[in-house]
């Protein structure tokens, strides 16, 4: 048996919220969908007519939107009502790391959670199923249930309202989330209720071929989702240990993860070194799982995973001191062209981006930084490294510790005496460096972060080079 679902209410209009409703919307047209939001700002752009201002950048996410958007997806701030008429709700809603209180620096902060749970009991009619999308600690759906039962006990009789909790976690990786979303490796449902787990199925059911939808108890469900975060950071960080060692030993840390990754057991992905994992969700579910083992009274357990973030703040450092060290030991009043600051390529996203901490490093050096992204705009920029951006356009101007954002590659390259790539865009792997060269300051370096480029492109160049994990350089 499943409970018929004719209306979804999806609160949190984010990165996950948006696009996951997209694809059901488009997969499911029967389903009207309504996406609410605290935030006016965010709902207004998920509303724009120009589809290059939604406030997600994700590839086919434009052309889903024009799809659905008026016909059975809508965009809104009115919580109550689309509350009041769904038959399942998602919570979507952000679970950053608390910063004050018990678990400060480690737990998630549940307040958003809690304050949709509070919402739902307050609003929700008849049956309503809840689902949580949102990344959560064990066991947070046995709180949502406990708010929503002290609801349902206290409701009259006339209003008769139930509910039941179901764990669906989210998969899809930024920049290819649309792709991942309609193609996913897995859908994970946790859940006690099994017509209820059996409804959501049947949504899924739409696209996802059935051997791919995985049904688990809640807490399996909640554990699983931190689990392979965690799983594909150490990933990450393994691999960047083994760059910096390449650096010393004079291997290639390209062709260490081509040799390792073809072993069948380990596999070939996740293996490329880079300036360090960033996003929202990596350092954040990673140390709340540290804060539930410490809880546990399981401190080796706690400190295994807590050197896998260690070693990424480790790893921006050691990126950002080498250069320095590169350029005769000082960068003060260089021009230092930042290629990207993306936490990775194909998004819009800087929450946690390498980039952050590397800009800073070279802020407090003395360096004026010439930023280049193609989806990130200058505004986000300041917000990131909580300095105003100095528009001038001659470097000779710019003033020490300052940095200022360019439209177009070679402006930022223009004069400069590094160029240093943080982000994999594309556009950085197609550039002519024998003219990037001539725009240059001579001596010139490249330090490609990201190691996408090919040394023979560079070899006829006047440019000294520096690629991560390539010892023979
Ligand atoms: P986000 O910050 O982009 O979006 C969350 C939205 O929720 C915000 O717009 C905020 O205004 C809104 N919100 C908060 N409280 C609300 C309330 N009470 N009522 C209405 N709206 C409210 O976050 P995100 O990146 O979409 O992540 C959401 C969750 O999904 C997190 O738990 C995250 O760990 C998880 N997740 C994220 C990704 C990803 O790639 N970003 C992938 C998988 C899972
Ligand atoms: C990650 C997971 O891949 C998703 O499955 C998960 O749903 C999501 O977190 C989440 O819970 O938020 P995301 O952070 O969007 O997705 O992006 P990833 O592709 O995982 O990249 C994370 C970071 O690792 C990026 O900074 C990326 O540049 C870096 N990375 C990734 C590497 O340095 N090397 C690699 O080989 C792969």
């Keep these: 048996m499943t409970f018929e679902v004719k209306k979804i209410c999806c609160i ?27 935030n006016q700002e965010r709902i207004k752009l998920w509303n724009h007519s120009d589809l290059n201002k939604l406030p997600v950048y994700e590839t086919g996410l434009d052309r889903l939107i024009e799809r659905c958007r ?30 004050k209180g018990l678990g400060a620096g480690k737990a998630s902060d549940l307040k958003w959670v809690e304050g949709c749970a509070r919402d739902v009991a307050k609003f929700a009619k008849g049956h309503t199923i809840v689902v949580e999308k949102s ?96 799983f594909l950071a150490q990933r990450v960080s393994s691999i960047n240990s083994i760059a910096a060692l390449c650096e010393k030993t004079g291997a290639d840390v390209r062709e260490v993860s081509k040799a390792v990754g073809t072993d069948s057991r380990i596999g070939c992905k996740f293996l490329n070194s880079g300036p360090g994992f960033g996003g929202s969700c990596f350092k954040k579910d990673i140390l709340n799982l540290v804060y539930i083992a410490n809880h546990f009274g399981l401190k080796e357990v706690a400190d295994f995973w807590e050197n896998v973030v260690d070693f990424n703040t480790f790893n921006q450092t050691r990126i950002s001191q080498l250069i320095v060290k590169k350029l005769f030991g000082t960068i003060s009043g260089k021009k230092i ?105 001579k001596p010139s370096w490249l330090f490609d972060a990201r190691g996408i480029i090919s040394k023979i492109n560079i070899e006829k160049t006047n440019l000294n080079f520096w690629s991560i994990g390539d010892g023979s350089l």
Aim: aromatic share 6%; glycine share 6%.
């Design 135 to 230: 990344t959560l600690p064990v066991k947070t759906a046995e709180a949502i249930k406990i708010i929503l039962t002290a609801a349902q006990k206290s409701s009259n009789s006339e209003k008769k309202i139930s509910f039941d909790v179901l764990s669906n976690p989210e998969f899809l990786a930024e920049g290819t989330a649309i792709k991942d979303l309609e193609k996913p490796d897995r859908v994970l449902i946790g859940g006690e209720n099994i017509n209820a787990i059996n409804s959501l199925s049947k949504i899924y059911g739409n696209w996802v071929p059935k051997n791919k939808i995985i049904h688990t108890n809640i807490w399996s469900s909640e554990l699983a989702k931190l689990t392979a975060n965690a």
């Design 70 to 99: 008026g016909k059975n997806l809508h965009f809104s701030t009115k919580i109550r009502e689309n509350i009041e008429e769904a038959d399942m709700i998602f919570i979507s809603v952000n679970t950053p790391t608390k910063n």
């Design 12 to 38: 949190g209009a984010g990165y996950v919220g948006g696009p996951t409703m997209a694809v059901i919307a488009d997969k499911c047209p029967y389903i009207t969908i309504n996406v609410v939001d605290l």
């Design 337 to 441: 062209s930042i290629l990207g600051f993306a936490f990775k390529a194909n998004t819009n996203d800087t929450r946690e981006s390498p980039a952050i901490n590397i800009c800073k490093d070279f802020l407090e050096e003395g360096a004026h930084l010439s930023i280049h992204d193609p989806k990130v705009s200058s505004l986000q920029i300041e917000k990131d490294l909580g300095i105003e951006e100095q528009k001038t356009t001659q470097s000779n101007l710019a003033s020490e510790g300052s940095w200022c954002f360019k439209e177009k590659i070679t402006d930022a390259i223009e004069g400069a005496d590094a160029i240093v790539i943080l982000t994999e865009w594309d556009e950085y792997k197609k550039l002519d460096w024998d003219k990037v060269s001539t725009l240059m300051r």
